[in-house]
């Protein structure tokens, strides 16, 4: 059971949220929301009245919920007779009730109304980002084990890759290792319709093959139905292979890439990959508390323009990415955005992944990728594998 001391800062920091817009109670729904305020990530709802416990309301499984979940549990059939059952505790029907707009379906949504149909509702999606962005040393410190555990995945690359090999051998081997070290497998992202499984491995030409996903690249994939990541192409030596992997531990996540290739780069790639370790060098130095993310931003246009890279930053044509990096934690696409727009500033322990990339049709992508805590004064990395191209002997 997670500690209730640490669920309990979560659940106060967003009933201040609640108690500045004048919110009664929040229904928590979304499966992550949900694990994130209660422990638990059972067939349930999570009740949050502005002031005092929440209580959770379950349907399947109240055992498991039981042991997973501190708050007060209610098993219950429907989650119709909640109103019932709120009354029995002495809570009024709220007035006003938030839910999770961003992420809620239709008929979730409509569901709630009925079953509070005096109820004005407001969209609380906005404070739960904001809480969320700032991790506790609970959570701090599952990302660094995350961290270690990519690190330790990723050591034991260069024994899988081999010449004429395909990209899912390969990733299928990793993803072995990967298991080993008690990744839970599924990759988390708030985004609508947008899924990952892993992570991307990627040689060649199909690294700069964009797709649907919301990133600098997609890759071939195994066709259609899942058009993005490893597909059956076969490595050769000479051409950037990439490996952009989501590392998993109790839920949190770190986002992690490096550039290996089987023999040498063509020199332009090399020159490239270098200009990708610049970029990251000087927008980690200018990271602190205080700063947008928007000059960050900035920073990595300016040093791709200098380096007449800017046409293949994060992408190539009208398929290239807007934002060099994203905030990760529970989900891979949190706040805060590294991008043109977002102005309000960086916090202490906020963690980003910061990624600059640079996509060549024909060729392939080369980059890096890190996880990073801000701290009081810069940034700390927490994927620590070493950032260098890895070269392996033909």
């Known amino acids: 059971m997670m500690d209730k001391v640490e669920l309990k800062g979560r659940v106060a920091r967003l009933q201040d949220k609640m108690q500045e817009s004048e919110c009664q109670a929040f229904i928590i729904i979304q499966n992550v929301d949900l694990y994130y305020f209660s422990g638990t990530m059972q067939n349930a709802q999570l009740y949050i009245p502005a002031a005092g416990e929440p209580v959770l309301f379950c349907r399947k499984s109240y055992q498991r919920a039981l042991e997973e979940c501190p708050w007060p549990i209610i098993q219950v059939g429907s989650f119709k007779t909640m109103p019932r059952h709120l009354g029995d505790l002495g809570l009024e029907a709220p007035s006003r009730l938030a839910l999770e707009y961003d992420v809620l379906p239709v008929a979730n949504f409509l569901g709630v109304k009925k079953i509070f149909p005096h109820a004005k509702t407001m969209d609380g999606s906005p404070w739960i980002k904001s809480v969320r962005a700032l991790k506790s040393p609970y959570e701090i410190a599952l990302l660094k084990n995350a961290g270690q555990k990519m690190a330790e995945v990723f050591s034991r690359v260069a024994s899988i890759i081999r010449t004429g090999k395909s990209e899912i051998a390969c990733a299928a081997e990793l993803e072995v290792e990967a298991r080993k070290t008690l990744h839970e497998g599924i990759i988390r992202l708030r985004g609508y319709n947008q899924s990952l499984f892993f992570g991307h491995f990627l040689s060649g030409a199909s690294g700069a093959l964009p797709s649907f996903n919301d990133g600098a690249t997609g890759g071939a994939g195994l066709g259609a139905f899942f058009p993005q990541g490893c597909s059956e192409k076969t490595l050769a030596p000479g051409e950037p292979i990439a490996l952009d992997y989501v590392g998993i531990y109790n839920g949190y996540q770190v986002d992690q890439t490096r550039t290996f290739v089987i023999g040498s780069l063509p020199e332009a790639l090399y020159k490239a990959y270098q200009v990708t370790l610049e ?46 990096g994203h905030g990760i934690g529970l989900e891979v696409d949190e706040p805060p955005v590294l991008a043109r727009g977002f102005d309000a500033p960086l916090l202490e322990n906020m963690v980003f992944a910061l990624e600059p990339k640079f996509v060549f049709p024909g060729l392939g992508m080369v980059g890096i990728e890190n996880t990073w805590l801000v701290t009081a004064d810069s940034a700390e990395k927490i994927t620590v594998f070493p950032d260098e191209l890895i070269q392996i002997p033909e």
């Not at 980690?284 to 700063?291: E, F, H, L, S, Y």
């Not at 300016?302 to 990415?321: F, M, P, R, T, V």
């Open 279 to 324: 970029i990251q060098d000087a927008v980690i130095k200018q990271v602190k508390p205080g700063i947008a993310p928007s000059q960050l931003w900035d920073t990595a246009v300016s040093i791709a323009a200098q380096n007449e890279l800017l046409d293949h930053l994060q992408g190539y044509g009208s398929d290239q990415a807007k934002f060099v």
